[in-house]
């Protein structure tokens, strides 16, 4: 799919979750200050996933009034996401690019190809890696909060480069507040379930 049709697909999308969920006889008219207004995202070569994991923010939830953002994802061969989690008020919606997303949600393993979608409503445990030898970058979307804040943090700020290293109480103690902020919770279970899902599929 061309990058102008996912953004056209994603607009409607975010069209059709402002109507009024009262009935789509008598919708809100929105007034100037909730208006979207129109923007361009021109087009960028592929994320690099560096060896590892990293993101790229397309549409941020300022630019939504809040409705939606958008993030790009990479993420290198064999390689495993985060731990186990579920979000209390967040729904993601993913949209693969290149590659195969192997899903675990709730106690399930889905794999998402390439051109496929998938939807992970809040309160259900989840996570994703990639357990093929071919690189893997999708679209995720993010509804009903500026999720795409948090992970900017994550992945660009909380870095040993800044001062955050990996294990520090300086970087645990912003994880915790991050986490606290978004509504990010994992079950008492997560670390032992992703050690399991790394010696399953061969990951690292």
Known sequence: MERRDFVLKSSILAAFGGLSQSGMSSPQVPTVSDAILPFLLPSMPP????????????????????????????????????????????????????????????????????????????????????????????????????????????????????????GSEAKNNKMKMLREKFGLFSPPNAFAEKQEIMKKYGLK
Not at 86 to 99: F, N
Not at 146 to 157: A, C, G, K, N, R
Request: charged share 25%.
């Open 47 to 166: 994320l690099d996933h560096k060896g590892g994991m990293d993101i790229r923010v397309w549409v941020r939830s300022s630019m939504t009034n809040g409705l939606y953002s958008s993030v790009e994802t990479a993420v290198a061969p064999k390689l495993m996401g985060p731990s186990p989690h579920y979000h209390k008020e967040l729904d993601e919606l993913m949209y693969v690019i290149d590659g195969t997303a192997s899903i675990l949600i709730g106690d399930e393993v889905v794999e998402v190809q390439a051109g496929g979608w998938h939807m992970r409503p809040r309160m259900l445990k989840h996570t994703f890696w990639n357990a093929s030898d071919q690189p893997l970058r999708f679209f995720d979307m993010y509804f009903n909060q500026p999720f795409e804040e948090y992970l900017e943090q994550i992945f660009h700020e909380l870095t040993p480069e800044k001062g955050f290293p990996e």
